[in-house]
């Protein structure tokens, strides 16, 4: 069983700091994912990482996968209280049913 | 976009009575997936499909069935519902070339 361990799993903080969230595994993915989740909707797809070691912006949010695609982490610099949300890792794995392991999120508050 | 919608979004039930939940999608995407989302948990799959009328379980199944006689049409039901299916469940879709997933806007369950 592949098992992604996010890390912190609360995150309050105030506006223009920066934060890093974590998500580890001793299993090695195919791909990893990051999704944020907003209060009463479904988690929305921001990023697929693939090749180990890389890295990919999203306007103030860099992800970066491992090098030896078993962990990745999410660097928010400069938060805004539009950043508040559920954030959630997924990794891609080899099974029958193109199944995604799951993280158990990082929760981030940004107070104005 | 893929459209992706759920039915009940809000439902209150007693315990011992059936449930079903509905999700729609637009397009003809071949694997569907039922999570539920709780607390400390994160999302945990129920059950998934990777074509019509071919299912399969996931971590999560018991107590739980699905059914897929249509490609558009993804249902999952509580035989007997019990106070411990007391959640918020998601229906997603893969898509993409690395199985990200579209997620509904999820279904809040709640029984007495």
């Known amino acids: 069983t592949q098992l992604l361990e996010q890390s912190p799993q609360f995150l309050s903080i105030q506006e223009g700091e920066n934060l890093t969230v974590y998500c580890n595994s001793s299993s090695v993915f195919s791909s990893l994912q990051w999704y944020r989740q907003e209060p009463g909707e479904g988690p929305v797809l921001l990023v697929t990482?693939?090749?180990?070691?890389e890295v990919k912006k999203l306007k103030r949010l860099t992800f970066q996968f491992g090098d030896a695609r078993k962990d990745s982490s999410l660097h928010i610099t400069a938060a805004q209280p539009g950043d508040t949300g559920l954030y959630l890792c997924?990794?891609?794995?080899?099974?029958?049913?193109?199944?995604?392991?799951f993280g158990g999120g990082t929760r981030l508050m940004v107070k104005p | 976009d893929a459209g992706i919608t759920q039915s009940p979004r809000h439902k209150v039930t007693e315990t011992g009575t059936p449930v079903t939940l509905r999700c729609h999608q637009t397009e003809n995407h071949r694997y569907m997936y039922w999570y539920r989302q709780d607390p400390g948990h994160g999302l945990r799959l129920i059950h998934y499909?990777?074509?019509?009328?071919?299912?399969d379980k996931g971590e999560v199944s018991d107590g739980y069935s699905v059914s897929r006689s249509k490609t558009e049409d993804f249902l999952l039901t509580l035989e007997s519902a019990t106070s411990s299916q007391t959640s918020v469940y998601f229906c997603a879709i893969s898509v993409y070339r690395y199985n990200e997933q579209f997620f509904g806007p999820g279904t809040r369950l709640t029984v007495l």
């Open positions: 499909s990777y074509g019509v009328k071919d299912t």
């Open positions: 990482v693939v090749t180990g070691g």
């Open positions: 997924a990794g891609e794995g080899n099974n029958a049913g193109n199944m995604l392991t």
